[in-house]
């Protein structure tokens, strides 16, 4: 499978079962293009008589004093288009030779001894308070209640949670907790004893805990932010970017402003951390299409590491992301990434979390295939102790899946969700992006179409375009790093 796509001036050709990425020139990709026409019936190579169509079409198209450029190009100084297309094809030809152009899909032929797979569980989001000092239009887990009752969870739930992920992480060393809400930090000394005992018992059992915070910022003070700096490897800060967009969606309880309590003590802990290990995370509605507008302001604030993502509402929300915005949040994306391409070149870059892909190692074909791992080896535990998929699972009755009391007991639904792949859902087969976002969302597949098996239709074209743009930006920053060893080889 190969995808093209043009993207701020770069020919961007993606093989997507090898991964490789090539930019290319107008004709070369316009070769790749007739190539994908004739191999549709899956053949290897196009034949003779096929290349010569390709060679004669694009020789008529290029026909014009503007591409005499070809010329010299394709090591033809003096000659015929058709001589400089022909030549061209040969280098398509060898890509092909190579493996780095339409290559086969080598996953699929072992996707039921994938599903086979053992997995243990090895993360853990531990709902330490269901309970909330905000009031967001947008939340999920309705201010903090997930369709149930306000709870704080007591340590004695927490310390069986962390010996439940201990038991499951089998030969595991390095596992993970998520403290979680509402709001963690209104449950803040159980967050402290539970780290404190989740040290004790890696020496025991020569385990490593990574700990991470999700916080609305209002309880943030220095005793938190040392004790986070001391034992959390990543905190996550929630702010949706300007004060009117954030203050909208994000209100106090009383309906007076957030962003300017939090905001000040964000900037603190991003700078305590040496702008490292945490991210500012906002959710763009309806509301803000111009969200491009909400990651520059943050950016401009001196954050670093940024993430500002769709919200995933039902239609009737009035805030919803809406089929007819879908075109708007592509040019958002496009204005982005050469918003953050500019700031790199000018010395003052940060990271966008939905443009970081990693090129050149990446996840494991696991992850590749199934994401998160939500329901196998990622759970969710509420504050009395039952355990969900995900957090965003939790509530709904028919995905509970046990305690940490008594450990899984739905073996049936932990099955349902390692089958879960990118070749178990029949949008994902033929999507180029596979590979990269896994199959999307279980939780929100399950929302929209009742089925974990399903694809969030607006949530896949989102994320189609940030994978294009992130691609660009990976292209744009090889090109000028060419250009500066050129420029460096001559002086």
């Known amino acids: 499978m190969v995808h093209q796509y043009k993207n701020n001036g770069y020919n961007i050709v993606l093989d997507v079962n090898s991964g490789m990425i090539h930019v290319v020139d107008d004709l070369i990709y316009d070769i790749i293009e007739l190539y994908k026409e004739m191999k549709k019936d899956g053949k290897h190579m196009v034949s003779e008589q096929e290349k010569e169509t390709i060679i004669n079409t694009l020789s008529l198209k290029y026909k014009k004093q503007e591409y005499a450029s070809l010329f010299e190009e394709y090591g033809?100084?003096?000659?015929?288009?058709?001589?400089?297309?022909?030549?061209?094809?040969?280098?398509?030809?060898?890509?092909?030779?190579?493996?780095?152009?339409?290559?086969?899909?080598?996953?699929?032929?072992?996707?039921?001894?994938?599903?086979?797979?053992?997995?243990?569980?090895?993360?853990?989001?531990?709902?330490?308070?269901?309970?909330?000092?905000?009031?967001?239009?947008?939340?999920?887990?309705?201010?903090?209640?997930?369709?149930?009752?306000?709870?704080?969870?007591?340590?004695?739930?927490?310390?069986?949670?962390?010996?439940?992920?201990i038991a499951s992480s089998?030969?595991?060393?390095?596992?993970?907790?998520?403290?979680?809400?509402?709001?963690?930090?209104?449950?803040?000394?159980?967050?402290?004893?539970?780290?404190?005992?989740?040290?004790?018992?890696?020496?025991?059992?020569?385990?490593?805990?990574?700990?991470?915070?999700?916080?609305?910022?209002?309880?943030?003070?220095?005793?938190?932010?040392?004790?986070?700096?001391?034992?959390?490897?990543?905190?996550?800060?929630?702010?949706?970017?300007?004060?009117?967009?954030?203050?909208?969606?994000?209100?106090?309880?009383?309906?007076?402003?957030?962003?300017?309590v939090i905001l000040p003590k964000f900037e603190k802990l991003a700078e305590?951390?040496?702008?490292?290990?945490?991210?500012?995370r906002g959710t763009f509605t309806h509301n803000n299409l111009d969200f491009s507008e909400d990651v520059k302001h943050l950016a401009e604030l001196g954050f670093k590491q940024i993430s500002v993502e769709p919200v995933v509402a039902l239609p009737e929300e009035s805030y919803a992301i809406k089929e007819e915005d879908v075109e708007k949040i592509y040019e958002e994306y496009d204005k982005l990434a050469a918003y953050i391409l500019k700031k790199r070149q000018e010395g003052d870059g940060f990271n966008f979390f939905h443009f970081m892909i990693d090129l050149s190692g990446g996840p494991c074909v696991a992850k590749r295939l199934s994401g998160c791992g939500s329901g196998t080896e990622y759970l969710a535990v509420t504050p009395w102790g039952d355990l969900y998929p995900c957090h965003q699972f939790v509530g709904e009755e028919e995905y509970l899946m046990g305690t940490v009391f008594e450990g899984i007991k739905k073996i049936?639904?932990?099955?349902?969700?390692?089958?879960?792949?990118?070749?178990?859902?029949?949008?994902?087969?033929?999507?180029?992006?596979?590979?990269?976002?896994?199959?999307?969302?279980?939780?929100?597949?399950?929302?929209?179409?009742?089925s974990i098996n399903d694809a969030y239709d607006i949530g896949c074209k989102l994320e189609r375009k940030r994978v294009e743009c992130a691609l660009m930006i990976k292209a744009a920053e090889a090109a000028l790093s060419e250009e500066a060893e050129e420029l460096e080889a001559t002086l």
């Open 76 to 165: 033809k100084k003096e000659g015929t288009v058709a001589a400089a297309v022909r030549e061209a094809v040969s280098e398509v030809e060898e890509l092909i030779t190579e493996g780095a152009l339409f290559t086969e899909d080598i996953y699929e032929n072992y996707i039921s001894e994938f599903k086979s797979r053992s997995t243990v569980v090895k993360a853990l989001c531990l709902h330490i308070a269901h309970d909330c000092n905000l009031a967001c239009k947008y939340c999920f887990a309705e201010e903090g209640e997930y369709h149930g009752r306000r709870a704080l969870m007591s340590y004695e739930v927490g310390k069986q949670a962390l010996d439940f992920l």
């Open 272 to 280: 305590s951390r040496n702008q490292n290990n945490y991210y500012v």
């Open 170 to 260: 089998g030969n595991r060393k390095n596992l993970e907790v998520d403290f979680f809400g509402g709001e963690p930090l209104m449950n803040f000394d159980v967050v402290k004893r539970l780290v404190e005992y989740g040290r004790e018992q890696e020496k025991i059992h020569n385990k490593k805990f990574r700990f991470t915070l999700t916080t609305n910022g209002i309880l943030l003070n220095d005793e938190v932010m040392e004790f986070a700096n001391k034992e959390m490897g990543n905190v996550v800060l929630s702010i949706d970017g300007r004060k009117e967009i954030n203050d909208l969606m994000r209100p106090a309880r009383n309906g007076k402003s957030s962003y300017d």
């Open 412 to 450: 049936e639904l932990q099955e349902e969700f390692r089958g879960c792949n990118v070749y178990s859902k029949d949008k994902c087969k033929d999507c180029f992006a596979k590979f990269y976002c896994s199959g999307g969302c279980a939780a929100n597949a399950y929302k929209f179409h009742g």
